[in-house]
């Protein structure tokens, strides 16, 4: 069991200018298995939230677990994807894929059979001995996914993922992420500047409010996404659902809202 649990999380960083209060009290609750997706204005604190849950930084106050555990560093149980790929360079497909397991002493033959299941999961047959440089964008991203996936993480933080890729690349990447989720269903925080891509992806879309980041509220999609199976369609053909666009319009909305009420916060009071 997997879930990943912020309880009443809030986040400072010190700064020259004295403290930024990132994060205010956040309480979340991810199950075992579950897909949540995170949307927010920039700076809302998502990013940091990740970090949190993969033992790359801590709360100032409140706990962060994962599996029923508070995290206090790193572990195999959970495979981060950031946006910017980071894939060694000066190695190939498959030695970018089977480093992790590398690492942790899998012998060669098992290892070898592991890194090219990935490989044709993740349609990069004839590409395992390429280097990074000589991969496309969606390709190199591929590698990174099926780099953290390989491991069989409980846990899959990714981070805009998709955010540097094309609209038809990031499609076929949504439909792929799906199809992965589908074969191996694990724990999956998933954030995202794309409202489409939330809807489509998540079982719950969390929106959190502008700096300090709070969760606005959580919109829950699963059982609609299960009772129109949607996973087994396309995303064009998904997206001109009444349901999808009910949801589409309601998040942008809670999106929308918080962004005029700063603005008019903001506004000097006119003089009567
Ligand atoms: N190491 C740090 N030191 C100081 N401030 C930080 C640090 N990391 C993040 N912050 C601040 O915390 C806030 C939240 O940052 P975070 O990167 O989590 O936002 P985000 O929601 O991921 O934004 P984006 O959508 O642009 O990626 C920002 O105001 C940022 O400036
Ligand atoms: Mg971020």
């Known amino acids: 069991m997997s879930g990943i649990s912020f309880k009443g999380v809030t986040k400072r960083f010190g700064g020259r200018d004295g403290e930024v209060l990132a994060i205010d009290r956040v309480d979340l609750e991810i199950a075992d298995k579950e897909f949540v997706a995170i949307c927010g204005p920039s700076g809302c604190g998502k990013t940091t939230l990740m970090r949190m849950a993969a033992g790359l930084d801590f709360p100032s106050e409140g706990t962060v677990a994962v599996g029923g555990k508070a995290v206090r ?7 981060v994807v950031f946006q910017q790929f980071a894939l060694l360079p000066w190695k190939t497909v498959k030695e970018n894929i089977g480093f992790g397991l590398k690492c942790r002493g899998v012998p060669a033959a098992e290892r070898e059979r592991e890194v090219m299941r990935y490989v044709e999961l993740m349609g990069l047959t004839g ?10 964008g969606g390709m190199q991203q591929r590698v990174a996914i099926a780099r953290s996936s390989v491991l069989q993480p409980d846990v899959l933080l990714m981070d805009e993922p998709f955010g540097a890729l094309d609209a038809q690349t990031r499609v076929v990447m949504q439909e ?25 992806l998540a079982d719950r879309v969390v929106v959190m409010s502008r700096r300090p980041g709070r969760i606005q509220e959580t919109i829950d999609i699963g059982a609609t996404r299960r009772a129109e199976n949607w996973e087994a369609q396309a995303i064009e053909d998904v997206m001109d659902r009444d349901s999808f666009i009910h949801f589409r319009t309601r998040i942008w909305k809670l999106l929308r809202h918080r962004d005029e009420a700063a603005a008019a916060a903001q ?6």
């Open 73 to 79: 560093g790193p572990g195999p149980d959970r495979a």
């Open 176 to 200: 792929e992420l799906i199809h992965l989720a589908r074969r191996n269903p694990r724990t999956v925080l998933f954030i995202t500047h794309s409202v489409e891509e939330a809807v489509y």
């Open 267 to 272: 506004r000097p009071a006119r003089r009567a």
């Open 127 to 136: 590409h395992e001995n390429a280097y990074p440089h000589q991969l496309s």
